[in-house]
């Protein structure tokens, strides 16, 4: 155990004793002078460019949400015979020409 660590010091000293080394300056010669590099400022940070602007709103606030269509399944069926299920078709009809008008109008607006 005692002979493998001596090995492992005589090598680490061996080891050590090769590393590269400058040679000495040759009398009369005048070495270089070392290379001076310029540092140079950190490039400026850019600004970032300026907010966009919030997005115009198209839907007008008078449009309002839509009606309640008359004419659901659940009105249909309790309806008591032919001629009532027509009304509410027709009512429903109706609502639904004026609030897709009204959706074209803004739609429209918006382009």
Same mark, same amino acid.
Do not use: N, W
């Given at each position: 155990?005692?002979?493998?660590?001596?090995?492992?010091?005589?090598?680490?000293?061996?080891? @050590?004793?090769?590393?590269? #080394?400058?040679?000495?300056?040759?009398?009369?010669?005048?070495?270089?002078?070392?290379?001076?590099?310029?540092? #140079?400022?950190?490039?400026?940070?850019?600004?970032?460019?300026?907010?966009?602007?919030?997005?115009?709103? $198209?839907?007008?606030?008078?449009?309002?949400?839509?009606?309640?269509?008359?004419?659901?399944?659940a009105a249909l069926r309790?309806?008591?015979?032919?001629?009532?299920?027509?009304?509410?078709?027709?009512?429903?009809?109706?609502?639904? @020409?004026? #609030?897709?008008?009204?959706?074209e109008r803004v739609i429209?607006? $918006? #382009?």
């Open positions: 155990m005692i002979l493998l660590v001596g090995i492992a010091v005589f090598a680490l000293a061996a080891c @050590q004793s090769l590393s590269a #080394r400058k040679p000495p300056p040759k009398p009369g010669v005048i070495p270089p002078a070392p290379v001076q590099t310029i540092s #140079r400022p950190p490039p400026p940070v850019p600004t970032p460019p300026p907010p966009l602007p919030a997005p115009k709103a $198209c839907v007008p606030k008078t449009l309002g949400l839509p009606p309640h269509y008359p004419d659901t399944d309790a309806a008591g015979g032919a001629a009532d299920r027509y009304q509410l078709l027709a009512a429903g009809r109706i609502l639904r @020409q004026q #609030r897709l008008e009204d959706l429209a607006g $918006c #382009r």
